[in-house]
């Protein structure tokens, strides 16, 4: 057995853990490390501008691959900076490990410079977090961080380290680290591992958790017998690798599909069973589907405030069943008639072993009265060559061509992020990366770098609005640096889009504290040594894609859009979900 540091053997034992990337920020309570992780030479590691980025770009890269993303930080401030990323990564059930150096055992609690408890902080936003105490402790608690990170339902985990444990001796034998977890490879549809982390080939895996086969054959009965089914799928369909039977289970019993902003790429827009996205922008068909149905079956989603609206009038027709991993989901919002605790790789096949073949002919002529698109013309080509571009249009073109090349999108957050929801066509699971849960502002462009060195063979596009995108700008010279050849579109209105919706429609337009400048973003870009365009006219958008997707790396567009635009259907705040808005800015504003 080798004798080496802590900080030697944290390197080995990231490796063992198929870690090739992770993404951080050095200081002086993290310098063992990053000594030792030039000693050792693996794994790669990602300078990010700000820690909140190198966050963001673990959860990038674990959406896109189904690894585990790894960043890392010094005490104090570099560690307070992990915050915001490690909630969006908790919220949205993401796979990060965060690996914080911290103040030397014999300073802790005294106040130390750049001491900061940063495990007590995280309490509430990680799934569980680890102080080193001793160095021989350190490759046993990294084997069981990662196993936590990736189980159950995926979340961030932390490893604190005192910079005097780093140093300290470390016995480590890489041969004995787990095995099987170097193998994981990123999943693809109908692609799951087994407990190893080995490959199935496409094969369900055997079943390994207990599953209430009670539970799953009253689920079946009532949808055999319900008249008007729903099925809402969430995150977890795609975490699980479950996309293909979800669409085998849809097809046999003839049963609407509705996905959340989180389960877009679990269920394909084009789908003739698909009803689109529910809650505050979501479709008057999913909306509507959802407040006439008799049984509700969700499956891998919390059943979030913003797609429920106020849930004593939510579905208030329907027996509700709730599918999921984690028991503390379940009913913390909408109370289920039928509670179904398991991994969707073990419940979801059972389910569909019991569900019989159907025919819903009744239910689907009630549904097609209502537009299943976002917009009247949503997912058609637009109609108008010429004039200024709008925010509908240059969504509508960005999602074609992402949906056209297979790409990846990462949207930031705001009227934009609705918009490529609104009008994403047929993507496939960990194509639609965005934050859900938390809601965060910058996530975009540092998150997209993160999933565009986890899938170099994938084309990926950072969509942002002018207010996020200038949250985290600083990533462009990440981006450079290490040669990311993403795309970039920045949807530029001057506004803090969303807020200043709110304030027309909810506010008698008091635009407080929403308009917001910027710098000229095609001159920034260039700085940074990015090539740019601005376009401003319909009739300049497709040659400026054209040569974007053309680009030998990153290339940034400036999109200049109408300050006034918004994003329809809305259900307003406090609304049931039958209380949509459909009407245009002019009617809503009159």
């Known amino acids: 057995m080798n004798v080496m540091t802590a900080a030697e053997a944290l390197c080995h034992a990231l490796v063992a853990e198929g870690v090739d990337i992770v993404f951080g920020h050095p200081g002086g309570a993290i310098l063992p490390f990053y000594d030792a992780l030039y000693r050792v030479g693996a794994p790669r590691h990602v300078l990010m501008r700000h820690e909140q980025a190198a966050a963001h770009a673990a959860d990038g890269y674990a959406r896109a691959t189904g ?83 990736r ?16 140093n300290g ?12 977890a170097a193998k994981i490879l990123p999943w693809r549809p109908a692609h799951h591992t087994n407990g190893a982390g080995a490959s199935t080939n496409g094969k369900r895996p055997a079943v390994r958790t207990h599953i209430d086969l009670a539970a799953l054959d009253a689920a079946a009965k009532l949808i055999n017998e319900a008249e008007r089914p729903v099925i809402m799928v969430g995150r977890g369909v ?40 529910p809650g505050m922008h ?43 991993i984690d028991p503390a989901s379940i009913g913390r919002t909408v109370r289920p008639s039928l509670r179904i605790v398991g991994d969707l790789r073990d419940t979801l096949p059972a389910l569909l072993e019991r569900i019989a073949p159907a025919d819903r002919a009744e239910w689907w002529a009630e549904l097609r009265e209502w537009p299943r698109e976002a917009a009247p013309g949503a997912g058609e080509v637009a109609a108008r060559a010429s004039g200024p571009l709008t925010a509908r249009e240059a969504a509508r073109a960005l ?65 942002a609005g002018d207010g996020g995108f200038q949250m985290t700008l600083q990533e462009l010279a990440t981006v450079v640096q290490e040669r990311v050849p993403i795309r970039i579109a920045v949807l530029n209105n001057g506004y803090l889009g969303m807020v200043r919706q709110w304030q027309e429609l909810f506010y008698e337009r008091r635009y407080s504290a929403s308009a917001i400048t910027g710098p ?34 990153p290339a940034l567009l400036d999109l200049r ?11 307003p705040p406090g609304a049931a979900l039958d209380e949509i808005i459909t009407a245009s800015n002019a009617e809503v504003a009159a």
């Open 67 to 149: 690894r585990v993303g790894v960043c890392i930080a010094t005490s104090g401030p570099g560690a307070t900076n992990l915050v915001t990323g490690l909630a969006t990564a908790h919220m949205d059930s993401v796979p990060v490990v965060a690996i914080t150096g911290q103040v030397a055992s014999t300073l802790r609690g005294q106040d130390a410079f750049q001491e900061t408890d940063i495990l007590g902080i995280t309490i509430p936003i990680t799934k569980h977090g680890f102080l080193v105490e001793r160095p021989e402790d350190l490759p046993d608690i990294v084997r069981e961080a990662f196993r936590i990170a």
């Open 151 to 166: 189980s159950g339902r995926p979340g961030p985990v932390l490893i604190d380290i005192p910079k005097d444990v780093q």
């Open 169 to 180: 001796p470390c016995p480590y034998e890489p041969a004995a680290a787990s095995a099987g």
């Open 238 to 277: 795609v975490v699980a690798g479950m996309a293909e039977t979800l669409r085998e289970l849809a097809e046999r019993a003839d049963l609407p599909v509705v996905t959340t902003l989180l389960g877009l790429d679990a269920f394909p827009a084009t789908h003739p069973l698909a009803l689109g996205m």
């Open 282 to 324: 979501g479709t008057v068909r999913a909306c509507r589907a959802i407040q006439r149905a008799d049984v509700v079956l969700g499956l891998g989603l919390r059943f979030d405030d913003r797609v429920t609206g106020p849930t004593a009038r939510f579905a208030p027709g329907a027996t509700i069943i709730h599918a999921d």
């Open 399 to 463: 999602a074609a061509r992402i949906a056209a090349s297979g790409g990846i999108v990462v949207t930031d957050v705001g009227q934009h992020q609705m918009l490529i929801a609104q009008e994403l066509r047929d993507a496939t699971p960990g194509s639609h990366l965005t934050s859900g849960g938390l809601g965060t502002m910058g996530y975009a462009l540092p998150a997209a770098l993160g999933a565009a060195l986890g899938r170099p063979d994938r084309r990926v596009w950072a969509v």
């Open 520 to 553: 000229d973003f095609t001159m920034l870009a260039r700085a940074y040594g990015i090539p740019a365009r601005r376009v401003s006219q319909m009739d300049e958008l497709e040659d400026a894609l054209d040569w974007a997707e053309g680009a030998n790396g």
């Open 561 to 571: 859009l109408p300050a006034e635009e918004n994003v329809f259907p809305m259900v």
